[in-house]
Each structure stands twice: as structure tokens, then as C-alpha cells.
């Protein structure tokens, strides 16, 4: 049984130098939901926290050992696009592991009041909570965000409530639209919102998101896809991923290469770290 204690070892140590903390912007596989963790310079942030079901919470599943594997033990936020249990679901299992500044919601009409009750319930404490309902922007020291809010009408559902958020990573700009449909992504555009080097696909690449206007005008070089294996939506659809071609960026999908990870160079621009880059022993389980 020697041998097998040695191999576990050896895999636990890789596994700790590949996860150390390090500077990183990285779109967790989590199934069909979101969890974006970006850390520059000791600023921790994340982007969503993962999907929960009846079956799973991503919170625990996915973004909490990765958390733990990279040694990050405290966030300076947590920004919550919109209230899709596919996108806060993994909250609650953070809060009752690790240190979290502030939890943002950027909501035009402000905070609906099941949507608080929902957070105290999970265990946010009221001096966690942000709530922003016009454009801001927000310094994190390494980490700067462009929030823009979504529609503002009364009638307006989760998805087109969704935030444009703007990170500056260094030289570059990585782009997160949660659920936004296509209507919401003209509106940002009539807006004037900055181009990104990277942009989050939004609604996991729907057929309603990702419009050809938007894609022209974000000029992105890598598109990500966050999506569950088989998802029962067929996300991403062939329209985004088209269109998403026909501008001459490159589709990464989580269902097909797990977590796909940024990594900044000596000049600073991020750059994707691929699959060859990548322990195989940890690609295997993160898959």
C-alpha cells in the first residue's frame, strides 16, 4: 500500500503548486452555472458563485476547493449578476468558509426585498452588502470594475436586470454581462461601454445573447462559455458560437476543457494558459 500513499502524495503536492496563489483570472467549471475568480496584486474577486440544486452546490463542489487549493482565504467581493439559482446558489457554502468583504449586487430598482431576505437567510451579515443601482466604478487595488446597470423597467425579469461589468486587469478587460439578452447588450451599446479583450458569453451562450452588433463592437479575442456537459438548454447554441466565429474570436467552452485560466506574462497581458500547460492528473478530475 506504500507505493499508493506515495502517489497520493505526489498528486497532492502538484496539486498544491499548481494552485498556489498567484495572479490569475480563472472561469471555474461548475456545471451549468457561473463562478469567475480573479486575483491581481492580492485582490481577490469573484464573479458569481456557482450553481445549487437539489443534487449539487457548486459553492462547495467547485469554487471552495479552489479557493482552498490556491491558498486564498479572504475576498474582497463577490458580485452577484442576478438572482438565477445557477449564479448565487454556491453563495451560502462560501460564507460559512471564508472571509468576504463585501457582496455586490447591482440592482437598478434596488434590492427586491425576497432577494434580501434570500441573503440573510444564507448568512450574509447587512454590513457585507453593496447594492449599486447607477453606473459606478469600483477600485480593488489590483482589480478595477465599470459596473453599468441592466434594464431598469419595473417588468423587467432576472436576466435583463443583469449588470455589464468592466474588470481592467492590468492592460487588458474582461468583459461579464450575466444572463443579458440581446435588447440589453444594444442598450450597453448605446452606452458607449468599453470593448474587452475577453468577454464572458452571456446566458452560457443562448441564442438570444452574443448578438453579432455586440461582438463587432466588444472586439474580443477569446469568448468563454460557462455550460454544464449535456445541459438540457443545448447551451451554447450554434448561433453564438457562429457568430462568435464570424468575428474571428476563439470559443472556450468549461463543459469541454473544465476551468479555463488566464495567466498574466512578464509584459502583463493576459494570456491563456492551455491545455499542454496544465498538470494532465488535475485537468482529469476538473473535467
Not at 496539486?15 to 496584486?41: C, K, P, W, Y
Not at 479552489?66 to 445557477?86: K, M, N, P, Q, S
Amino acid at each position: 500500500m506504500r507505493w499508493i500513499s506515495l502517489i497520493l502524495l505526489a498528486v497532492l503536492a502538484v496539486d498544491m503548486i499548481a494552485h498556489r496563489t498567484v495572479d490569475e483570472v480563472a472561469f471555474l467549471q461548475v456545471g451549468q452555472g457561473d463562478a469567475t475568480l480573479l486575483s491581481r496584486n492580492g485582490s481577490h474577486l469573484l464573479i458569481d458563485a456557482g450553481p445549487r440544486s437539489n443534487t449539487l452546490d457548486g459553492g462547495q463542489r467547485f469554487v471552495w476547493p479552489e479557493l482552498h487549493r490556491r491558498g486564498i482565504r479572504r475576498l474582497d467581493a463577490i458580485f452577484i449578476t442576478h438572482f438565477d439559482r445557477d449564479h448565487y446558489g454556491g453563495l451560502q457554502a462560501l460564507l460559512g468558509r471564508i472571509q468576504v468583504d463585501r457582496i455586490v449586487v447591482v440592482a437598478p430598482n434596488g434590492i427586491e426585498d425576497e432577494n434580501l431576505k434570500l441573503l440573510r437567510e444564507i448568512g450574509m451579515r447587512s454590513d457585507q452588502l453593496v447594492v449599486l443601482e447607477s453606473e459606478q466604478r469600483l477600485d480593488f487595488g489590483g482589480l478595477t470594475v465599470d459596473v453599468v446597470p441592466g434594464e431598469s423597467g419595473l417588468g423587467a425579469d432576472d436576466n435583463s436586470q443583469s449588470p455589464y461589468l468592466g474588470v481592467d486587469y492590468g492592460a487588458d478587460r474582461i468583459i461579464f454581462t450575466g444572463d443579458a439578452p440581446g435588447d440589453l447588450e444594444k442598450y450597453w451599446l448605446s452606452l458607449g461601454v468599453k470593448p474587452g479583450h475577453i468577454v464572458k458569453a452571456g446566458h452560457h451562450g443562448s441564442e438570444q445573447s452574443l448578438s453579432s452588433e455586440w461582438l463587432e463592437a466588444m472586439q474580443p479575442n477569446f469568448v468563454v462559455f460557462s455550460c454544464g456537459r449535456n445541459n438540457p438548454w443545448h447551451h451554447p447554441s450554434p448561433g453564438a458560437l457562429g457568430r462568435v466565429r464570424e468575428v474571428g474570436a476563439k470559443s472556450l467552452r468549461t463543459d469541454a476543457l473544465g476551468t479555463v485560466r488566464f495567466k498574466p506574462d512578464s509584459q502583463g497581458r493576459l494570456q491563456l494558459v492551455s491545455a499542454e500547460d496544465r498538470p494532465a492528473i488535475l485537468e482529469f478530475f476538473q473535467r
